[in-house]
């Protein structure tokens, strides 16, 4: 209807122009009307047929009709007299009529202003119209990515559906990602509960070293999980990576490498793209810095070119800790990492803290307890199946508990320790066989706790840091965490396990870390959901503070916990789908970008809902100048000068028709 209604304004105006000067003017005939004309014969006047005839529409119409009538003498000077004074009153009242209708007609500026203003918003909407249509109705097929993550405790699967997105080429990371395996949680090899969704098999793969079997049932059900989520035109596109953490780490590099090699073998199985390359275990660093890219892509803090500062991550792993910032200057040494995304640049420090993870803090807890004792003369020992096994008194424990433990890092002579020097044997390199027997004493659980922090306890150093005056998980070397961050993944545990807040404060930790203490290991069990290292929750509420406060000098307002599905993996998804785009056609483009919002003031609105309302508009625009050009024309329309006024008796004349 309002294209009907455009179209009935453009003819209008296109006759306007386009219409030759009528001939029914103003202008009085040059010829005068004759004087002289047959006898008037009022008794053969036939009525009828003269209030028939037509009205002219001009003067000369006039004198040739005047010249075919007979009039009668007396009358014919009077009755001539009296219409031309009628014509010229219609004549002025008409010019006065079309002066008005020349300043509302379409030809006024008004008018043309208004067509040109609605002209100006069809060009608009249509500019839009195909950005959005570009955008959203010719979205790219998706692809996928396959991420193996394998940590200390566990392998896990990440599936990651990914698109280009047409409208943050220039603005911001150009990938849209979702996450397949944060929808549902699966575990094979264990019946313990799950901290967040998630698809793993435990142990770790560096406890299958040498045994190929355990390695293929690690490997193969995440495998067949992902080849179940993913369409099967996508397997032949899809890559797939195997990236090993912390665990494989500590593993001496001939035994890593055949753990990955078997590995190898597993992945060319199946389907999906698999190179060498991507098998492989990764560095501090690098765990580092794509953790702290999948921090920020969920923020949407990836692009600074708004001037929003970026957040640090805090990534607390089974065995280790990594820690990534952007100063917000330029950076220098061995931590610095330059990271381009897209055409926005960011200056990090990424480092890697080993032996920080909550596994290895506690078990060096347990180290430094053993240490102690060891020293002692008074040794309590206990004897099963005739082997000497040391009793150990842990205060993070409950009372009532006692379970055996596997110190990997205790030698039977901790005099022979690697801090202190000797040669271990390969007979002592496996750890050894303890009974950790619960002695709860919460003051003397902190200080176990911050022991286990400082570094310099478990370095060659022969001073001890100052906790207070330095952040003592740190080396020299290290640069000193700065701004806002986000502690993830064990972090979270922590929180979750004790129904925290992501905004909780250090002192509420330690209170509900003290009273989870101070319950029986028979009501502990009770009190929560079975789920993996149950009893190590009451050293982690004191442990994650000291290593918070004393460990990196961080305060409360500077913390908050993010959740436990942003994992590292993201970040290599992104970084991975980014460099599988061409430079030239994708980030290297230049176009006019349609922009994803626009801002009225305080008024936020979306590329999609500006569109609509500026059809909208311009839909009302048509509407408005219809109407108007209606109301005109029908208000002041253009008249022809009509020759006779209706037959009136007072005239005393009449046409005679031969």
């Known amino acids: 209807m309002g294209l009907n209604r455009l179209a009935a304004v453009y003819a209008v105006i296109s006759r306007h122009f386009s219409a030759s000067p009528p001939t029914s003017g103003f202008a009085h005939s040059s010829t005068p009307l004759p004087l002289s004309s047959p006898p008037f014969d009022s008794k053969q006047v036939d009525y009828k047929r003269a209030c028939g005839l037509h009205r002219a529409s001009s003067l000369p119409e006039l004198s040739s009709s005047a010249n075919k009538t007979d009039l009668e003498p007396g009358i014919h000077s009077r009755w001539i007299q009296t219409k031309y004074s009628s014509l010229n009153l219609q004549k002025d009242k008409l010019s006065k009529e079309n002066v008005l209708f020349s300043v509302f007609s379409p030809n006024g500026r008004w008018i043309k202003v208004a067509v040109g203003f609605s002209f100006l918003l069809f060009l608009i909407v249509v500019y839009l119209g195909s950005g959005w249509k570009s955008s959203f109705w010719t979205l790219e097929p998706s692809h996928f ?44 090899g264990h019946e313990n509960g799950l901290a967040y969704l998630r698809v793993q098999t435990e142990p770790g793969l560096d406890k299958f070293l040498h045994n190929e079997s355990g390695l293929r049932a690690s490997i193969e059900p ?21 990236l090993a953490t912390a665990g494989l780490r500590k593993l001496p590099s001939s035994d890593a490498k055949w753990i990955l090699d078997k590995a190898w073998a597993i992945l060319v199985s199946y389907p999906f793209i698999c190179q060498r390359s991507r098998v492989r275990v990764i560095s501090g660093v690098e765990e580092a810095y794509y953790g702290w890219v999948a921090l920020n892509y969920n923020m949407d803090k990836i692009d ?3 001037g929003h500062k970026t957040f640090g991550a805090l990534d607390l792993g089974g065995s280790s800790l990594e820690v990534t910032f952007e100063p917000g200057e330029e950076t220098k040494g061995e931590y610095a990492v330059k990271l381009n995304i897209g055409s926005v640049e960011h200056q990090l420090y990424a480092y890697s803290l080993p032996a920080y ?8 807890s347990v180290i430094m307890l053993h240490k102690k004792l060891s020293e002692r003369s ?37 005099a022979g320790s690697p801090q202190n020097g000797r040669r271990i044997t390969r007979k002592e390199i496996s750890g050894t066989e303890i ?17 286990t922090v400082n570094a310099s306890l478990w370095s060659h150093s022969s001073v001890a840091t100052n906790c207070e005056q330095y952040p003592c998980a740190l080396k020299k070397h290290h640069p000193q965490p700065h701004g806002s961050f986000y502690a993830l993944s064990g972090f979270f545990f922590v929180y979750k396990f004790y129904n925290l807040s992501s905004a909780a404060t250090y002192h509420e930790i330690l209170e509900k870390g003290q009273h989870f203490c101070s319950k029986t290991w028979k009501n502990a069990q009770k009190s929560v959901a079975p789920q993996p290292f149950l009893e190590e929750y009451c050293f ?31 970040g290599v998804a992104l970084l991975e789908a980014a460099n599988s785009l061409s430079t030239n056609e994708r980030l290297g483009s230049q176009h006019w970008p349609i922009p994803d919002t626009i801002n009225i003031g305080n008024l936020h609105l979306d590329a999609v809902t500006c569109t609509l309302f500026l059809f909208i508009l311009l839909m009302l625009c048509i509407f408005i100048v219809s109407c108007i050009h209606r109301f005109i024309t029908q208000s002041w329309p253009k008249r022809h000068l009509p020759l006779f006024e209706p037959y009136s008796a007072n005239i005393g004349s009449a046409i005679k028709v031969p």
């Open 145 to 188: 990515t396959i991420i193996l993550d394998c940590g200390s405790t566990g392998t896990r699967v990440h599936v990651y559906e990914w698109s280009h997105d047409n409208r943050k080429v220039q603005e911001k990371f150009p990938i849209v990602v979702h996450s397949i395996s944060g929808e549902s949680a699966e575990i094979y």
């Open 222 to 242: 995440l495998l067949n999980w992902a080849e179940q989520h993913i369409p099967s035109d996508a397997h032949r596109k899809t890559p797939v990576f195997l």
């Open 304 to 306: 600074n070119t708004h």
């Open 357 to 364: 993870g909550l596994n290895d803090a506690f078990e060096k």
């Open 378 to 414: 008074n040794e309590e020992l206990r004897f099963s199946n005739n082997q000497m096994i040391l009793q150990i008194k842990h205060p993070c424990l409950q009372a009532g508990y006692r379970q055996s433990y596997h110190c990997s890092k205790c030698y039977p002579n901790q």
């Open 435 to 451: 009974e950790l027997v619960g002695d709860p004493d919460w003051a003397e659980c902190q200080a176990l706790a911050k022991s």
């Open 540 to 570: 982690r509420a004191a442990y994650v503070v000291a290593l918070l406060i004393d460990g990196l000098h961080l305060k409360d307002e500077q913390i908050t916990v993010g959740s436990g599905s942003i994992t590292w993996t993201l």
